[in-house]
């Protein structure tokens, strides 16, 4: 088993391929094309997807939950590295180390 990449706020998150995803009234529900399973986001969960899908540092969701929800930056902390740890550990994102990152793509 590969090990997974430490999240840190210069990582680079970004939603991968061969997913489909619909909307149901705010949430989110993903099929993995790859291992054919589905997965639901709550509306916190949908706000950070679909924002990753265009490549963002986890610096900028952090930022882009702070300004739209009312929450503790501690437990925004804990939460958006929960989420994006799940995401990661089901092939559902990329994670890339933000100096690896070419520019002009």
Do not use: H
Not at 47 to 55: D, K, T, Y
Not at 58 to 84: F, G, H, M, N, P
């Amino acid at each position: 088993m590969s090990t997974l990449p430490a999240l840190t706020g210069n990582c680079v998150v970004k939603a991968a391929p061969d997913q489909v995803c619909s909307d149901l009234g705010g949430e989110t529900v993903i099929l993995n094309l790859k291992s054919g399973t589905y997965y639901g986001l709550n509306p916190t969960g949908t706000f950070v997807w679909n924002l990753i899908q265009e490549p963002k540092t986890v610096e900028e969701l952090r930022t882009a939950i702070l300004s739209e929800y009312e929450v503790d930056a501690a437990v925004c902390d804990r939460d958006l590295k929960s989420l994006l740890q799940k995401l990661m550990e089901q092939s559902m994102i990329e994670v890339i180390d933000a100096k690896n990152v070419k520019t002009g793509r």
